[in-house]
Every structure is written in structure tokens, then in C-alpha cells.
């Protein structure tokens, strides 16, 4: 298994009563014992009809120390999902394999949120009997995506009839209400990495002629009136919602991010959610395109709630991030990959940074619950 140790400084000291990454923060209905939050990453460890596995409960158990544990994308519906082995929340089975998974976790001593997942245009026909795909427009996303069959080209999206969106935000309610049957501690709606709510905000996804397109007051109406949604389901102090504002994003970009994702988290803040997260651009340009400037001091300014950042930190400059006061909490995907107790590893100066990427989306225990 590939891994690489690094020993970082412990000494460094925040600025003056800035919180510390291992200092507790309230995040609606939770109270997190750290500020070292595990990210949603796709692993591809449920059975092949979506549903939790045992293996799942352990991996998740082993990382209960994070402050809060954002799980996995999981779908909320047959037509919403398009990963192999990537789980679902809308059936009675899979929401029996979740209350596993969430015990597991709590009685280790963590906290868990659910992050509800649809894919859109980034699915394909063959997991669900061969209907296209449902975006915001008719668009086709170039390249292949994994299929059970193999990697296989996309398909062009069918656009979404107005009558039928309400629909897809009562899936995403429904989902919420399931992941709370199973005992997660709130949710996540899943508004980035070019994915359905995704392909709704950005303008070269977003093609119609209604009230969810055009302006951007109209592109976030499917991602505002979702969030209030789930909310009035699970309550605001249990929602959160996930927004990638670091340029292209699996195909899809907007020609005016800062606009849109400013309005966006303007949009969210009233609802007094739990926290916003941001896949945004790195400290120093680590993700996304080179000419990309961070979005989150705009969002900081117009978002009043908590706000957690995730864009490939280190300790060193997550720490920095709070000591500026630009985020609350920092979010690591692959670091709790490859280390279990990653809050501890920090503390000590001594944790691994890279891991065996063939198993990251493999079905085995292999680099998923063998890390020490």
C-alpha cells in the first residue's frame, strides 16, 4: 500500500483567541468536538442495488474522531444514481443499512451527516433500464463515465419539464426524512462537483427559458427551493449544503462564478442552516484552474452562518484559515482516506498524505478499513 508520513511543526500558535483546529464549534444541532471535518468522497464499498454494507460501518467507525463525518454522496433516487456500488437512501433496506452504519459511528463516539446526492446529466442509461439522463437542459457531458458494464460514453441529458421539478426536490426531501430514520445527524445537499443541483446554477448547464433559468436570481431557485425543502422535513439546524465555486467542474463552468456563488450563499443564509461547505480553490491556486481567485472571502461576507472550506490543506494553512477568520472548520477527503484518526495524527505532527488510488473505488477492505 502506497503511504507517505510527514512530520509538520506543533508549535505553530493561531492569532490571538482565534480557535485552534482541535477547538469545539456548534454546527446547528451538533456539537463537534474538533474542527478537522471528514469530506463526502465516493468509495464504492454498498452491494450493487445500493445498499450499506458491513464494511461501510467500520470504515466510517474508525473515523468517528472527526469532528463531524460528511458521508459519502448517496442517492435519493433509482434515476439520481450512476456509480457503481455507490449507495442510495430511498428504500427500507438501504435505510436499514445506514441505521448500521450510524450506530456504528455514535457509539464510537462520533457525529455523522448524510450528503444527498443526484447525479443529473452524469449518470447513465444502463443503471436504471436505459431512460436518459435528467439535467437542467438538454446537454451532453464529453468523455465516459463507469458503468457496471465498463467505462462507457455519456449520453445526451433530457431536459427536465417545469411540472416534473417539483418532483425531483420531493426526492431530496424524502431522502433527508430517510437519513434521519437511519440515525444520521442531519444532511447535505450535494450542490457541487458539476451534479445535478450543480448543473442548475451554472450558466453553461443551464440553458432554459423558465423561472429556473437565465438570471442567476432564477439558476439558484431549484437549489434554494430544495434546501428549503429538506429544512421544513429535518429542520435547518440539521441541513447543510456543499457548493463548489473553483471554476470548471466536470464539464460545466459559469461565466460569472463570483456573481453566482455570492448570490447563492446570500440566498442560504436566512435559512440559519447548519453550515455551508465550499469545494472551493485552494490557499494558493491547488485546485481548479491557475487564474482562479477564492470565492470564499465574497461568501464570508454575505454568509452568516458557519462555514467550512475544503480545497487540499495542510495543517499549517488550515490553521491559518481560521486564524484569519475566513472559515470555522476545514474538511480533508483524502487525508481520513489513508488515516483513520486523522485529529490525532495532526496533534502528533505525523500523518500520511497519500494513499493507493487503485482502491480508492475498489470493493474490498484493501486501502479502505486496513490503514492502521
Known amino acids: 500500500m502506497t503511504s507517505k508520513a510527514i512530520t509538520t511543526p506543533t508549535t505553530h500558535r493561531p492569532a490571538s483567541k482565534a480557535p485552534t483546529l482541535f477547538s469545539p464549534i456548534k454546527v446547528g444541532a451538533v456539537e463537534a468536538p474538533n474542527r478537522i471535518f471528514m469530506a463526502p468522497m465516493t468509495r464504492g464499498r454498498a452491494t450493487q442495488d445500493h445498499v450499506p454494507t458491513e ?68 449518470s447513465h442509461p444502463s443503471f436504471w433500464g436505459g431512460d436518459k439522463p435528467v439535467s437542467a437542459s438538454a446537454t451532453l457531458r464529453i468523455g465516459e463515465c463507469h458503468t457496471y458494464d465498463g467505462k462507457r460514453p455519456y ?18 426531501a424524502d431522502a433527508a426524512e430517510n437519513a434521519m430514520d437511519a440515525g444520521f445527524d442531519g444532511v447535505q445537499l450535494h450542490a457541487a462537483n458539476g451534479y445535478l443541483i450543480d448543473q442548475f446554477l451554472r450558466d453553461s448547464s443551464n440553458q432554459r427559458q423558465d423561472q429556473y433559468g437565465g438570471p442567476i436570481e432564477n439558476r439558484i431557485r431549484f437549489l434554494v427551493e430544495t434546501t428549503q425543502s429538506v429544512v421544513s422535513r429535518v429542520g435547518a439546524d440539521r441541513s447543510s449544503v456543499r457548493l463548489s465555486p473553483n471554476g470548471e467542474s466536470q464539464g460545466i463552468d459559469d461565466s460569472n462564478q463570483d456573481a453566482l456563488f455570492t448570490a447563492a450563499a ?46 487540499d490543506y495542510t495543517p499549517a494553512t488550515a490553521q491559518h484559515t481560521l486564524d484569519i477568520g475566513l472559515a470555522d472548520a476545514i474538511s ?33 477492505p484493501e486501502g479502505y478499513i486496513d490503514y492502521d
Not at 441529458?157 to 418532483?167: G, M, S, V, Y
Not at 440566498?267 to 482562479?292: I, K, Q, Y
Open 155 to 172: 449520453v445526451e441529458a433530457r431536459e427536465l419539464a417545469t411540472q416534473e421539478i417539483p418532483t425531483l426536490i420531493k426526492q431530496f
Open 55 to 122: 464494511i461501510m460501518a467500520e470504515y466510517y467507525a474508525q473515523r468517528a474522531s472527526a469532528g463531524l463525518i460528511i458521508s459519502e454522496a448517496i442517492g435519493v433516487s433509482p434515476e439520481g444514481l450512476g456509480w457503481p456500488f455507490a449507495p442510495g437512501l430511498y428504500t427500507k433496506d438501504m435505510v436499514k443499512g445506514w441505521k448500521n452504519v450510524t450506530d456504528r459511528v455514535h457509539s464510537s463516539g462520533g457525529r455523522i451527516f448524510a450528503q444527498l446526492w443526484h447525479m443529473g446529466r452524469l
Open 332 to 364: 480533508w477527503a483524502r487525508y481520513f482516506i489513508c488515516n483513520r484518526d486523522l485529529p490525532q495524527r495532526f496533534k502528533d505532527g505525523n500523518f500520511r498524505t497519500q494513499s493507493d488510488m487503485s482502491t480508492w473505488y475498489s470493493q474490498g
Open 266 to 311: 446570500r440566498a442560504l443564509s436566512p435559512m440559519n442552516l447548519a453550515f455551508l461547505e465550499l469545494r472551493d480553490v485552494g490557499p494558493h491556486g491547488t485546485f481548479g484552474s491557475s487564474d482562479r481567485l477564492q470565492v470564499a472571502p465574497l461568501i464570508r461576507r454575505v454568509y452568516d452562518g458557519p462555514l467550512i472550506l475544503n480545497a
